[in-house]
């Protein structure tokens, strides 16, 4: 059985952002797919400190929260959903705090699983919010999940966010869409394989040389 892990960024286990990614999860499961709700917002969750030592260990060295925990229910998922408040016009704190840890510490693969983001904000901020969070997926060659508008909903509230009818409606096609590329994805890598994937190069320019 496929399974999506959905991470919500949000410190309201039931807000706005929850609203957006329980319409997701009601489609995943008429698809017949496992999910796997994280709330992140309401913990505390530090930064990356640059520190190196996953490199050595291949997770993150620090272990009080619940990123390592994270980043194995990533390694075994196809596909990942990360839902963000807007904070300021951007993802809030914690939530990039939670995704540049394990997308930085884990040297699992992270190819060909499908990614989504999904943003919810009062009145502004949205797009550019979006924008941040589709980068770790497109970093990772991760194919990225598109629906029929950008993947907002707009609300202070849960019960704002039920009346946003088109945002609901975005979400929906969203998981569908999303439930469609994890099943084609599943079926071209038993057809195909998966393809060569080169990582000779990492230029800095260190030493002026390439
Ligand atoms: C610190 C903070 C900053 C915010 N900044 C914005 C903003 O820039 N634009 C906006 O439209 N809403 C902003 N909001 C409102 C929330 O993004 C919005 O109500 C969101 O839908 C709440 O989602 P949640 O219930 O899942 O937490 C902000 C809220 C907080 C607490």
Same mark, same amino acid.
């Given at each position: 059985m496929s399974s999506i892990l959905i991470v919500?960024?949000?410190?309201? /286990?039931?807000?706005? @952002? &929850? /609203? /957006? %990614?329980?319409?997701m999860t009601g489609v995943f499961q008429a698809e017949g797919m496992e999910t796997h709700l994280l709330h992140v917002g309401n913990k505390s969750i530090r930064g990356c400190i640059s520190c190196g030592t996953c490199g050595k260990r291949g997770k993150c060295v620090f272990s009080d929260d619940p990123v390592n925990e994270a980043a194995d229910l990533f390694e075994k998922a196809d596909g990942l959903v990360v839902g963000s408040p807007v904070y300021y016009g951007s993802p809030n704190r914690n939530l990039i705090s939670f995704l540049d840890r394990p997308f930085y510490s884990t040297s699992f693969s992270k190819h060909m699983k499908v990614g989504a983001a999904v943003v919810s904000c009062r009145r502004g901020g949205n797009t550019a919010s979006f924008d941040v969070l589709n980068k770790y997926f497109t970093i990772s060659g991760m194919p990225v999940a598109s629906s029929t508008y950008w993947n907002q909903v707009h609300g202070f @509230?849960?019960?704002?966010?039920?009346?946003?009818?088109?945002? %609901?409606? @975005?979400?929906?096609?969203? &998981?569908?869409?999303? &439930?469609?590329?994890?099943? &084609?994805i599943a079926d071209a890598k038993e057809k195909y394989g998966l393809q060569t994937v080169e990582r000779k190069f990492f230029t800095s320019f260190q030493d002026g040389k390439q």
């Open positions: 919500n960024g949000s410190p309201h /286990a039931n807000g706005c @952002t &929850a /609203a /957006a %990614l329980e319409e @509230t849960a019960a704002d966010v039920k009346k946003d009818l088109e945002g %609901l409606q @975005t979400m929906r096609n969203l &998981a569908r869409n999303m &439930a469609f590329l994890i099943r &084609a």
